[in-house]
DNA sequence: CGTCATCTTGAGTACGATCAAGAGGGGTGG
DNA sequence: CCACCCCTCTTGATCGTACTCAAGATGACG
């Protein structure tokens, strides 16, 4: 199944029936509160798992944040079906295992890191888990995007990403694109545990 | 197994041989930055299950907040028991979903809402998860773990309770004892999701 | 009664938000 | 091909909330 930006995969609230398996792309898992602010919980790339939260309803919106390709899955059989099949049950595990330290992970830098600390975190954790040893970094996602999943204001995300590069932390080459010019620098301002 | 107030369960990175159930009192599961700035993930009161993280090393550290008793389980062989068993499958996945669904709702507050808001929501939860009907809420916690929590400071906590207590929405009775006054203006003031 | 830990309260500061304006870039249509 | 529009991003000025630093109050315990 394919989404084009910007696109919603399911609401909070929808009956979850299904749950997904992300293909290629990226998408934004967010929460929102009454007044129209939106915290994005996670942005989840090729292969992770989407909806497994697994009450009756969703508990927060999914949307593509590029173009999206996802696989669907029936999911009112997957609890017998975890009891039966070694594999699936390792592969579900473990995708609520890692998105629970993943979670927890951010939890940290929402309550108790500063603007360019969470810049940074993000960024090396961008640089991780997309190329592993190149320090080229795309950003499929914009200033808002960026800044709902941070808890910051977009102003704040353009001002601290600037200030990065006036300090030679990292090279800017267009707004979506960003290459990590001192990694060192870069792990010392995002102390993360 | 007994713990008393601010004793450690487990640390973050030790070996994760097992898993706990919360029998009575409070546990707080934080997790650290270097310069010792702490945030706390969760308060797990009794029935609730610890350290199902299940990497290899546990990636939070667990501590008492008050006089607590735990069962201990081995975590070894849990895998394999959830395959047979269908009552602990849904006991444990129904675990890990519920605090993944707790951990989502925190991310919320802690990214985009401001401290009274924050406060108000706190009291909220707590009120719901431990009396249900009753308006009245005992803290177990002290101030540097509510400030801790929220993602705030023991001062801006103590300002924003008093200032509840100013306006009329809550009641405190000593410190450690609050009762909501007005749940209709708390539910305004914490409008959250 | 004294000590220690926790909590409260005040004054000043700083960080990030808000408000506002302008720059860049891509797409569409004339 | 250029002009225009729209959307995103950047940059500046000001403001406000929560933090920091500091001192005092409260309560528990020996």
């Given at each position: 199944m394919r989404f084009s930006r910007?696109?919603?995969?399911?609401?909070?609230?929808?009956?979850?029936?299904c749950f997904f398996e992300v293909v290629s792309g990226t998408v934004r898992c967010c929460g929102l509160i009454q007044d129209g602010r939106r915290q994005i919980h996670r942005f989840a790339g090729p292969g992770e798992l989407l909806g497994?939260?697994?009450?009756?309803?969703?508990?927060y919106s999914a949307e593509a944040v590029d173009e999206v390709v996802v696989l669907i899955r029936d999911l009112s059989s997957l609890d017998e079906a975890i009891g039966c099949d070694g594999d699936l049950r390792r592969k579900v595990l473990d995708a609520l295992r890692s998105e629970l330290a993943a979670v927890r992970c951010h939890t940290v830098l929402l309550g108790r890191m500063n603007a360019i600390e969470k810049l940074a975190a993000f960024l090396l954790a961008l640089s991780t888990r997309s190329n592993?040893?190149?320090?080229l970094i795309e950003l499929p996602m914009t200033r808002i995007d960026i800044a709902d999943f941070l808890g910051l204001t977009i102003e704040t995300v353009s001002r601290k990403l600037h200030e990065l590069h006036r300090e030679g932390v990292i090279a800017l080459d267009g707004p979506n694109r960003v290459r990590i010019a001192d990694r060192r620098r870069m792990e010392a301002i995002s102390e993360a545990a």
């Open positions: 910007g696109q919603t995969i399911f609401f909070e609230g929808d009956d979850a029936k497994l939260g697994g009450e009756k309803t969703f508990n592993g040893i190149d320090s």
